[in-house]
């Protein structure tokens, strides 16, 4: 499967300032999904970030706060515009591709990117 | 809509104790069901997988049986180790390859 580098793994932040959170694959993808999952909550998916066209977004998410690039098949940014506490979370890359495990396409996780707003 | 519900911790158990971890879904149809794991400082990996109903997935003694039924994917593990100590997150696929997340049951394992 897939590995994924996502930079940076934590970061304490300022309320209003912005953060790019960068993911590298190490194998083009068709698709690149971003995900957060909040203190003590389940994961829950922002977007889906697919080459040379606009990211798809989930319900409560927007583009304003979340802007996506993906500029080619093996990268892809997100950025968290005008911080503030409630959107400490881990954010964490994912890619689809070929499983180890009953050979079905799955999904591979970075380690995530801790965030603290202040 | 699609959901998933796991039952909450954190269980904490003995090491060599038997392990189940309850994990229910509400879906339209059969999608395929996942058993994600998060060791300490780590990303998500694949702990193991069914795709259509009565499949069993099965990885490092872990196993869950789809059961369409009781719209049940139950994790269990014969003899824990403390080394299984995590996070267990079961999910299921929605469309277009997205997964809907359960929120997660930390297993603590003592020696």
């Known amino acids: 499967s897939a590995v994924i580098s996502q930079k940076p793994s934590r970061d304490i932040c300022q309320r209003g300032t912005s953060l790019t959170i960068q993911c590298q694959v190490d194998s083009q993808v068709t698709m690149m999904f971003w995900y957060r999952q909040q203190p003590g909550q389940s994961l829950t998916l922002i977007a889906t970030a697919n080459q040379g066209s606009e990211a798809t977004y989930e319900s409560g998410f927007v583009i304003d706060k979340f802007p996506i690039s993906r500029p080619n098949l093996t990268f892809s940014t997100l950025t968290v515009s005008n911080m503030s506490p409630e959107d400490s979370s881990i954010y964490l890359c994912?890619?689809?591709?070929?499983?180890?495990?009953?050979?079905?396409?799955?999904?591979?996780f970075g380690a995530g990117s801790r965030l603290t707003v202040l | 809509g699609n959901s998933v519900t796991q039952m909450e911790g954190p269980v904490t158990l003995s090491e060599e104790a038997f392990l189940t971890i309850n994990c229910t879904y509400t879906?339209?149809?059969?999608?395929?069901l996942f058993w994600y794991v998060q060791y300490p400082g780590e990303g998500l990996q694949l702990l193991l997988k069914a795709t259509k109903a009565d499949d069993k997935g099965s990885n490092k003694g872990f196993e869950a049986t789809y059961r369409k039924e009781t719209t049940s994917f139950h994790l269990e593990k014969g003899s824990v180790q403390v080394s299984d100590s995590a996070v267990y997150f079961c999910?299921?696929?929605?469309?277009?390859?997205?997964?809907?997340f359960g929120q997660g049951t930390e297993l603590s394992v003592k020696p």
């Open positions: 879906a339209t149809g059969y999608p395929s």
């Open positions: 999910a299921l696929e929605n469309q277009g390859g997205k997964l809907i």
């Open positions: 994912s890619v689809e591709g070929q499983g180890g495990i009953s050979g079905a396409n799955v999904l591979t």
